[in-house]
Structure formats: C-alpha cells, structure tokens
C-alpha cells in the first residue's frame, strides 16, 4: 500500500500539487476511499481532520496515521452539526482550537447496494443533513467545499447516454430500492447548487463510478461486486452472477481515482464543475467474473442469481472533461489494479 501511496504522491508532484500546510476536513476519513485520501494529505505535510462516525469506516484504515501529529480524528455523525472555531453553539459540538479550514472533503455516505437496504435512513442523512452541515463549515471558514457524488446520480441510462457525460441528467427511480442513495446525492449536489448561488460557495463536485482496491469494504453484508467476486473465487465457492452478467460497469483502480480527485481538489479551474472520475473502458459482469477467476487460478464455478430490481444496465464514464480540465486519465489497466487487489486480499481478509 505505502508504494501506491507513494505512486499518488509522485504523480501529484509533476504537477506541482501539494497540500503542505493547509488543512483539510475529510468527513468519512476512515473509510475506503477517505482513508486513501488521509494518508496522502498527511504525507504531504498537510493538517488532516478525519471526521467519522466508524458506522462504516474502520478504525484500522487510518490507526497508523492516529501518532502524527498532523493527523487529527473526531468521532462525529455529520449528519448532526459540529462546528469548528467556536468555544459554545447552542445547535451542535464544538471544536473550539481548529481556527481556520482550507478545504472541507465532504465524503462521508456508505455506497454499497447492499446497505440501501439496511442503513437507508443514515445514506439519506449524510448526503443531505451531512452536505448541509459541512456547507455550513465550509461557510464560516471561507474553504473550498469537495462532494463526492457518483455515477449513481445517472441512475439507469439508456445505451445511447453510454459512456455517461456530466451533461446527462439522469434516469433514477425516486422510490426504488437504490433511491436513499441515487437521490440523496442527487439531492447533495442540488445543496451545492444552492449554496453557489446564494453564497458565492467555491464548490466542485466530483461523480465517482465503481473504484476498487485495498481497504474496499469486504464481507457478504457489504457484496459489491469485485469484492465479492474475489472472495468467492479465492475461496473456491460459487461466482454469483447476477442477471445474464451482460449489465456492464467501468472499474478503476483506486490509485487513479485518488490522483484524479486530489488533481480536482487542487486545481483552481474545477470551482464551480461537475467532474466525471471513473474509467472509459466498459465490461460485463460476466466478464469481470472470468477475469478474477483467471488471474485467482480458482476452481470455482459461475452461477447466476436473479438481477436486483433497477440495478444499472450500463455504466461508463465520459471523462473528457477530466482529459480537459485536470489533464488526467486512469492508466491502470483493469488485470493490473485487479492483481494488487487481490493481494490485498490475501494478506488481509
Ligand atoms: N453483482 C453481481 N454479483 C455480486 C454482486 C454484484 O453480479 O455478487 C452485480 C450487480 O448486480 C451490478 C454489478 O455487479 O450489476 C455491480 O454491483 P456493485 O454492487 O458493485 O455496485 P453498483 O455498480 O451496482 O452500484
């Protein structure tokens, strides 16, 4: 992991980004994604607060950064206020010596269809009440304020909106079983709308399609796909395919989608964007299957289970604007970034 660490670092410093002295509010700071996040922010020298509620963050992404003393962690819901820079509030926590804040990550929200069923109350939270809160901060320190939105905000396109621009408005049911999480982004990035407007918010919002690697959440109540799919073929049990396995999705390796956000986050040409972070190269499930079989060397057979009701048909990213904008692409290859994952797995599961 330290070499990929290290790998991000690198490709940020031919272009001369850098996060030395600022800091930076992180919310879901111990999970997947944020966690990849911290640890490049306080390599850099920068003063990172980690904001998490460990409801699906986990202590053991970021326990090794818990010594430095650029590293700052606060065991809070965000969907509650908190307030930084006040000694009292009479509508939330306060954290009275952090005085100023350069950028607020706003990335708290699980993300696996797995749990719309059993936390959707928390997704809907975090994406709204969250969203308000950390606008809020964002506010009253004058900060650049970051969302992760994602791709899911496109809810189920048709072939034609395939690969997926940031100008597609989206197809989404307002009362599946996906919508606590479609909708509540959606409803995250509107916030932002509203407070670019209202209050002249330096905002950017990133969407972000099917990223995996190490410290991807794993285990059968969390069953997103390439997690599952390489438990399963390491252990020799069945590949549960869902559907036929023609839907498709695009995978990035998560070393490019943390170069691309911290690009993001960085440049001052994102204020006010909506940027598409994901791969331009489609699969189908069934393929993905056969590719982890293959490089696991598995014994295991793929069997097909009924598709969950308005799982996406398609998904891939248009990432021109990414091209344009923040002069990034993913060069991991889908076998390369699955290799690393999978021995991730093997050291950690
Ligand atoms: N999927 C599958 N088998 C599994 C888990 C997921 O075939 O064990 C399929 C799922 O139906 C979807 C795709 O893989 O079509 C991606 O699912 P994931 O849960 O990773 O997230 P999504 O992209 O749907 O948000």
Not at 286 to 297: C, P, Q, S
């Amino acid at each position: 992991m330290n070499e990929d660490i290290q790998e991000i670092i690198k490709r940020l410093k031919k272009e001369n980004i850098s996060f030395e002295n600022k800091t930076i509010l992180v919310t879901g700071g111990a999970g997947f994604l944020g966690s990849w996040i911290c640890d490049v922010l306080v390599e850099q020298g920068a003063y990172c607060i980690c904001l998490d509620n460990l409801s699906s963050g986990r202590p053991e992404n970021i326990r090794h950064l818990m010594e430095k003393d650029n590293f700052r962690f606060i065991n809070h819901d965000i969907s509650y206020p908190i307030y930084f820079g006040f000694s009292f509030h009479p509508l939330g926590i306060c954290i009275a010596d952090i005085k100023k804040i350069d950028i607020v990550m706003h990335m708290a929200s699980r993300a696996s269809p797995f749990e719309f069923k059993q936390e959707p109350i928390s997704i809907l939270r975090s994406n709204t009440l969250g969203t308000l809160n950390t606008l809020g901060i964002a506010k009253f320190h004058n900060a650049i304020f970051f969302y992760t939105s994602t791709s899911e905000v496109y809810g189920n396109p048709p072939k034609e909106a395939i690969p997926t621009p940031e100008s597609y408005f989206g197809h989404v049911n307002p009362v599946g079983p996906r919508s606590c999480y479609d909708e509540s982004k959606r409803a995250g990035e509107a916030f932002i709308k509203a407070y670019e407007l209202q209050h002249k918010m330096r905002a950017k919002i990133v969407r972000i399609f099917n990223t995996s690697g190490p410290r991807i959440r794993h285990g059968p109540e969390f069953g997103r796909v390439v997690p599952n799919f390489i438990h399963q073929a390491l252990h020799d049990e069945d590949i549960t395919v869902f559907g036929d396995g023609s839907q498709t999705r695009s995978f990035i390796y998560v070393v490019d989608e943390i170069e691309g956000i911290l690009k993001m986050v960085h440049k001052d040409e994102a204020i006010g964007e909506v940027i598409n972070l994901g791969n331009n190269k489609e699969y189908s499930i069934l393929e993905l299957a056969r590719v982890i079989k293959d490089i696991t060397n598995s014994n295991s057979k793929i069997v097909f289970k009924p598709l969950p009701i308005d799982d996406p048909l398609y998904r891939c990213a248009n990432i021109e604007k990414a091209k344009n904008i923040l002069n990034w692409e993913p060069t991991t290859s889908l076998e390369e970034g699955l290799k690393k994952t999978i021995a991730w797995f093997k050291d950690n599961e």
